[in-house]
């Protein structure tokens, strides 16, 4: 059975047919995956390490796609490919129509980070995270947008928001 990722990532072009067979998760998953994110949490804040890198350290997220709970209304999914230079292929899948966004940080913290943002029908872009406010959220330079095959979908028949991308780490 292909996860969620995958089955973006090798059928793009048949988006919506693909999240309708899939449904996200079933129910006993998204418990499943919330009871895995609450004992997570507890880990990685005692050893300071972010959600989805301590899931992928417990798992082989090179052979196939990884998955993370985020919140009650965000699932992640993830792939480590080995090429070089290495890159990770991310899928975020967000309940209703909205911006979306993932950040990538060494320390653990929002200011001095990166993040991947975008909205339904936005191509999305990297940022640069400065501070809490919106006014510190900047666009990287041109040379520096480097994403792979991005996009941002919303599916009305399903009410959710899809960004996909590639990036190299």
């Known amino acids: 059975v292909q996860s969620l ?9 048949a988006f919506a047919p693909a999240l309708t067979d899939q449904k996200m998760a079933t129910e006993a998953q998204l418990r499943r995956l919330k009871e895995n994110k609450r004992k997570n949490r507890k880990r990685a804040a005692h050893d300071g390490q972010s959600m989805v890198t301590y899931a992928a350290a417990a798992e082989d997220c090179t052979a196939h ?15 480590v490919n080995n090429i070089i230079p290495s890159t990770i292929t991310m899928v975020l899948v967000c309940k209703g129509s909205r911006w979306v966004g993932l950040g990538f940080s060494e320390s653990g913290r929002m200011v001095n980070s990166d993040a ?5 029908g936005i191509i999305p872009e990297k940022y640069s995270l400065g501070g809490y406010d919106q006014s510190s959220v900047v666009a990287m330079e041109k040379r520096r ?3 792979i095959d991005a996009s941002v979908k919303y599916d009305d028949a399903d009410d959710v928001t899809v960004l996909k991308f590639t990036k190299i780490m």
């Open 145 to 147: 947008q480097t994403l």
């Open 116 to 120: 991947v943002l975008g909205g339904p």
């Open 65 to 79: 796609f990884c998955q993370q709970q985020l919140s009650d209304a965000c699932l992640v999914e993830y792939k």
């Open 5 to 13: 990722a995958e089955r973006f990532v090798n059928e793009a072009t």
